[in-house]
């Protein structure tokens, strides 16, 4: 996650159609290697990243493709627009990263991945992340984050989540989950925040989902304009 940045609607659409065209590629060679292969294209209404918005509450395309391996491995490949105020030059996220997911017993999944995330004509940006997450039955999850070198700054940084997923008949659910981002020593202070979500399935491949997203009082000080309360729309396509 980085903060800031303005661009052009059309430089940021064009930039991140052709990342999105260039992960269709990467997982036409995935296919070719008899690779198990998934992922997922979205449009949201707002760029939402542990409650602070990554596009100053305008629009982004994202594409996605994970690559399983054997014994539970994975790699992937991620992207987004963004927009930064700060960072005019900034237009594309894309992140990398591989991973272990299985089952602990009946009721347990766990997944481990190592995420690096950078940032188009930003390179000073980069900085990598551990992250594990915890499942029960589908329902409620556990998830850890943690940066020895956040933002690229040099200091560390953790991250902690709950949530729970309640399903509503076959095609509804619902879900809510709280965090807390710990960047004292990153920018001086940590900050919470809180989501909840109604998402409706077509019981295949699309969602579409409704998210409200609220931080406290440090990450407005934190984040001007990009934290608080707001609302964004998804809808998504997997394949």
């Keep these: 996650m980085a903060v800031g940045a303005k661009s052009t609607g059309e430089v940021r659409w064009r930039t991140a159609l052709r990342h999105a065209a260039a992960l269709a590629l990467l997982a036409l060679g995935f ?98 992340e551990w992250a594990a997450t915890a499942t029960w039955r589908d329902r409620a999850w556990v998830s850890v984050g943690y940066s020895p070198d956040t933002f690229n700054a040099g200091e560390r940084a953790e991250y902690g989540q709950v949530g729970v997923r309640v399903p509503i008949g076959e095609r509804w659910r619902v879900e809510g989950a709280v965090g807390r981002y710990r960047l004292d020593n990153v920018l001086g202070e940590a900050y919470s925040h809180a989501q909840i979500g109604v998402v409706w399935s077509d019981g295949g491949n699309v969602e579409l989902r409704l998210t409200g997203h609220h931080t406290d009082d440090a990450a407005r000080r934190l984040f001007p304009e990009l934290a608080g309360s707001r609302l964004a729309a998804e809808a998504v396509l997997e394949f």
């Design 31 to 128: 296919q070719a290697r008899a690779v198990e292969l998934g992922g997922s294209t979205a449009l949201v209404s707002d760029y939402v990243f542990r409650g602070v918005s990554q596009t100053g509450g305008r629009a982004a395309v994202q594409a996605g493709v994970t690559a399983g391996l054997k014994g539970g491995f994975y790699a992937l490949v991620w992207g987004s627009s963004v927009e930064f105020d700060d960072m005019p030059q900034v237009h594309t996220e894309l992140d990398y990263g591989l991973g272990w997911s299985g089952a602990l017993g009946e009721d347990w999944t766990i997944d481990v991945c190592l995420t690096r995330y950078t940032y188009a004509n930003a390179r000073e940006l980069a900085y990598a």
